[in-house]
Structure formats: structure tokens, C-alpha cells
């Protein structure tokens, strides 16, 4: 089956320091999602990006579907932002999706 | 208005029990699914319907049997658990059909069942 590499897998920043977050996969995708988990367990959505770059507020994300990577930006980075972030992906039509491991952030005041 | 809701959000129960968790969506999507969170907070795919119709049934054991009455609704029923099946189980669903992203999938707040 398809792999999900994420990298780093531990990051630990100041408030107001930019990151970037990594996820490698080894087919092509019809769907990748970043999601964040936060500390109280929930999985928010964050982009739907197979292709392209989006942006929504301090985050954005760029998906290069060719050589098969996503990049999640966190920018001005809060307390807030801490938790676990995921990236995964679907390679076909039945709609499975596969996680990484996920990349734990975590923001100190 | 909560889009994917699960009962109950703890569960406790003795080992060689049989429980039940519920999903509902209110999205009007076609698709649903349960995932596995373990320990390590790995998150992997077990079950999916769409329409009522089984489409994904991951290697799972069959103590576990997914059953989904109408398509806003799949619930997940455990035998006879085992100390081993302590995890987060997520309810999720995806629209897939048009208009895109149809397969963009939305998750449920997580039921975390601890058994002893």
C-alpha cells in the first residue's frame, strides 16, 4: 500500500516563530488532507490539497503531486497551534484514507 | 449543528464485555467510516459504507461488525473486547459525489474506550 512519511516528527517553538511541516507519500493521490489534532483529541480539518497551494489565515499548504510531497507553513505560530499535525492520503476511488504518523508541535509561550 | 457526532465519548467496560459505539452525520454525505487511533496515536482506516453498503473492511477482527441502518448513520459493535482494543475509534464521512472535493472526509470527536 501507499506510504505517509512525515517529517519531523517532534517540533517544539517560541510563539511567533514560522514552521514548516513535511509529508512525503510514495504513489499518486486523488486526496491529501492535513488535519491538526489538538490537545483535547479532536481532528480539525485543515486543507483538502492534492495538487496546489492554499492558504487559510497563518497556515498555508503546497501540494507538488509530481514529486509526490505537501508542505504545511505555520506562520506567527500561537499556543494555540500545538498538537499533533497529520497528513493523509487516498491514492484511489475507494476513498482510504492512509495517515503518517503524524508530527508533534508543540508552541511555548 | 455537529456535522459528524459520536456516542458515547468514553467508554469503560471489563474485558469479555459487548458495547456499542454510534455515529451520525447531518451532512447528507454518501459515505462512512471507522478508524482506529492506537496508543501511539497512529490513526489507520478499518470499516467503510457507502450508501449502507459495505466497501472497505480492513483486517480487522471479527469481533468487530459495523452496521449501518440508513446512510446518515454507522455504528460499531464490538464482542467480547479484549485489553488490546483500548483505543480512540473515530467516526468520519465523505460526500463523494459532485460537486469536488467530494472525497474530502470530516471526522467525529472520537470515542475513547478503555477496557480492563
Known amino acids: 500500500g501507499i506510504q505517509v512519511e512525515q517529517s519531523p516528527p517532534d517540533l517544539i517553538l517560541q510563539e511567533g516563530a514560522n514552521s514548516t511541516l513535511r509529508c512525503n507519500f510514495s504513489?499518486?493521490?486523488?486526496?491529501l488532507q492535513w488535519f491538526h489534532q489538538n490537545p483535547w483529541g479532536q481532528l480539525i480539518n485543515l486543507f483538502y490539497?492534492?495538487?496546489g497551494t492554499k492558504q487559510n489565515g497563518r497556515l498555508s499548504a503546497t501540494t507538488v503531486a509530481t514529486e509526490r510531497y505537501s508542505l504545511l507553513y505555520i506562520s506567527s505560530s500561537q499556543t494555540t497551534d500545538s498538537g499533533v499535525y497529520f497528513c493523509?492520503?487516498?491514492?484511489?476511488?475507494?476513498?482510504?484514507?492512509?495517515f503518517g504518523k503524524g508530527i508533534t508541535l508543540s508552541v511555548r509561550p | 449543528d455537529t456535522a459528524v457526532s459520536q456516542t458515547p465519548k468514553y467508554l469503560v467496560t471489563q474485558m469479555g464485555n459487548d458495547k456499542s459505539i454510534k455515529c451520525e452525520q447531518n451532512?447528507?454525505?454518501?459515505?462512512m467510516y471507522w478508524y482506529k487511533q492506537d496508543s501511539k496515536k497512529f490513526l489507520k482506516i478499518m470499516f467503510s459504507?457507502?450508501?449502507?453498503?459495505?466497501?472497505i473492511n480492513e483486517t480487522v477482527p471479527n469481533r468487530f461488525s459495523p452496521k449501518s441502518p440508513d446512510k446518515a448513520h454507522l455504528n460499531l459493535h464490538i464482542n467480547s473486547l479484549e485489553l488490546g482494543d483500548s483505543a480512540v475509534y473515530f467516526c468520519?464521512?465523505?460526500?463523494?459525489?459532485?460537486?469536488?472535493?467530494?472525497?474530502?472526509?470530516?471526522f467525529g470527536p472520537g470515542t475513547r474506550l478503555t477496557v480492563l
Open positions: 468520519a464521512s465523505s460526500q463523494d459525489h459532485a460537486p469536488q472535493p467530494y472525497n474530502e472526509q470530516f
Open positions: 504513489d499518486s493521490v486523488n486526496n
Open positions: 490539497i492534492p495538487s
Open positions: 493523509a492520503v487516498d491514492p484511489g476511488a475507494n476513498s482510504k484514507l492512509t
Open positions: 451532512l447528507g454525505h454518501d459515505t
Open positions: 459504507y457507502n450508501n449502507k453498503e459495505l466497501i
